[in-house]
């Protein structure tokens, strides 16, 4: 029996193997359709820094950009890595407790998170705080993990640095910039009654010196005797 074999092109084969390699590689959806998030992961957390030792140091970063949900999103990312380093340091039991509450924050691995940026600032912490913080985010993220495709969140952001942001600008030169605005209406009616008394008063006084001027002319001034009358005089 002869069986006959298709003639692939190698056109073809490139296309397969894009195909099989992307299903394999999986999407950059990172949606849920049931949520991964128990209703007693605040217990489990509970549970777990009564355990351990409240001052244990760990890092959390600081300059996350501040999102309303990738913010929680990208904590509970950086949180999961942290429970994956303390697993391999702790003893039995603490191991256990690890992973139950690795178990809640577990789902963040499911999305194709790309690798934290070097922005990214850490700032040292104790595991208590830091165990609170990891419940407040699940707060803020369980009623929204169902309802909402975060794919925009795969790439951690940091805040912008202060150094890159423009310089405030003076407030002088603001004001010295700025549009004068034009003068209200308001204003210019109860300005013109004081301008009218102005020109009043000086219309008056202009008028009082004019007829003082006029009467000082009008006076009669007394006549220079002549050089014949100063001599009947004397004579």
Known sequence: MTVLVPAWSPTTRLLLLLLLSSELSGTQDCSFQFSPISS?????IRELSDYLLQDYPVTVASNL???ELCGALWRLVLAQRWMERLKTVAGSKMRGL?????TEIHFVTKCAFQPPRSCLRFVQTN???FLQETSEQLVSLKPWITRRNFSR???LQCQPDSSTLPPPQNSGALEATA?????SPLLFLLLLPMGLLLLAAAWCLHWQRTQQRMS?????VPPIPSPQNLLLVEH
Not at 40 to 44: I, R, V
Not at 98 to 102: A, F, Q
């Open 179 to 183: 549009p004068t605005a034009p003068p």
């Open 153 to 155: 969140c795969l790439e």
């Open 40 to 44: 007693d992961f605040a217990a489990k």
């Open 98 to 102: 690890l992973e139950r509450v690795n």
């Open 65 to 67: 950009q501040d999102e």
């Open 127 to 129: 595991i208590s705080r």
């Open 216 to 220: 000082c002319a009008g006076e009669q």
